[in-house]
C-alpha cells in the first residue's frame, strides 16, 4: 500500500480573520481550483464550515472524465485548522488537513494531503505519469491565484511544494 504526501505552505498578506473567512466558505474552493478541473458544487457548500458537513462536486480531473466527489469536514478548530475527508471519489484515500498560522505582515497556510490511489500498481504507475504532477499543478495555481486575490507576503520567498511517497 502506497500512501503519498502533498505537503505546501504559503504566506499571504492578509489577516488571520479574513484568510479563515475566506477558506472556510465551500464556494471558494471554485475560485482557486483550476477550470480545466471542471469543479462543481453539488450540494452542501451552502454555509461556513463546520465538523460534519458533506459536500458534493463533480471534477472533470484527467482525460474529459467527469467524476462525483464527496468530502466530510471531520474537523474545524475556528481560525487555526480544518480538515477535509474523501468518503467517494477518484482516490482510494484522500485526507487534507489545511492549518493557518498568524505571522508578520499576515498569515501563513500549510497543506498537508495524505492521499492513496486505487488500482494498486497500476495506481503507482498513474502517479508517477500523471496524478503527481497534476496535483502540484493544481496547488501552484492555487498559490497564483491567492497571490492574484490578496497579494504576495513581503516574505513569502520560502514556499514550499514538496511532494513524499
Not at 485526507?95 to 492521499?115: N, P, R
Request: aromatic content about 12%; proline content about 4%; cysteine-free.
Amino acid at each position: 500500500m502506497k500512501i503519498y504526501r502533498l505537503h505546501t505552505k504559503q504566506k499571504l498578506p492578509i489577516s488571520l480573520d479574513a484568510a479563515w473567512d475566506f477558506l472556510s466558505d465551500p464556494v471558494n474552493l471554485r475560485t482557486i481550483t483550476p477550470p480545466h478541473m471542471g469543479f462543481e458544487i453539488l450540494s452542501g457548500a451552502d454555509r461556513k464550515m463546520f465538523a460534519g458537513q458533506i459536500i458534493q462536486y463533480n471534477v472533470t480531473p484527467m482525460f474529459g472524465i467527469k467524476l462525483k466527489w464527496v468530502t466530510e469536514i471531520t474537523h474545524v478548530d475556528n481560525k487555526n485548522y480544518f480538515v477535509d475527508e474523501q468518503r467517494f471519489g477518484p482516490y482510494a484515500l484522500w485526507h487534507h488537513k489545511h492549518f493557518l498560522t498568524e505571522i508578520d505582515g499576515g498569515v501563513e497556510m500549510e497543506d498537508i494531503v495524505d492521499y492513496k490511489l486505487p488500482l494498486g500498481f497500476l495506481g503507482r504507475i498513474m502517479h508517477g505519469l500523471v496524478v503527481g504532477k497534476q496535483l502540484k499543478n493544481i496547488f501552484k495555481y492555487r498559490e497564483q491565484k491567492l497571490i492574484q486575490l490578496f497579494g504576495k507576503h513581503k516574505g513569502d520567498h520560502d514556499k514550499v511544494i514538496k511532494m513524499y511517497g
